[in-house]
């Protein structure tokens, strides 16, 4: 079995900065790609970074500039450092990785149970 665990969510002034973590535990052979993603009340799930195991990176464009992603391959996890945030940041942010569990496996893609990020004004 794999899990995702995310942990650094909170409340925050908008200007703030926050860092999410995400530990991927289990039997694990390999992890492709490890992301966040964010859901807001009422709204669908977007995508907020992504980072491959070679270290490059994507970024929707609102967060451009003021989050970073990175990954620590040695530890299965995955950061995201929340800058200047601000109150439309609210939202629950999720862990995302692509995951091939043996040598032998296909990939496949895990989630987190979320975290939720609340900046007030």
């Known amino acids: 079995q794999v899990q995702l665990v995310e942990s650094g969510g909170g409340l925050v002034q908008a200007g703030g900065s926050l860092r999410l973590s995400c530990a991927a535990s289990?039997?694990?052979?390999?992890?492709?790609?490890m992301g966040w993603y964010r859901q807001a009340p009422g709204k669908q799930r977007e995508l907020v970074a992504t980072?491959?195991?070679?270290?490059?990176?994507n970024y929707v464009d609102s967060v451009k500039g003021r989050f970073t992603i990175s990954r620590d391959n040695a530890k299965n996890t995955v950061y995201l450092q929340m800058n200047s945030l601000q109150p439309e940041d609210t939202a629950v942010y999720y862990c995302?990785?692509?995951?091939?569990?043996?040598?032998?496996?296909?990939?496949?893609?895990?989630w987190g149970q979320g975290t939720r990020v609340t900046v007030s004004s």
């Open positions: 289990g039997s694990i052979f390999s992890i492709r790609a």
């Open positions: 980072i491959a195991s070679g270290g490059s990176t």
């Open positions: 995302n990785a692509v995951i091939q569990r043996y040598s032998w496996s296909n990939e496949y893609e895990y």
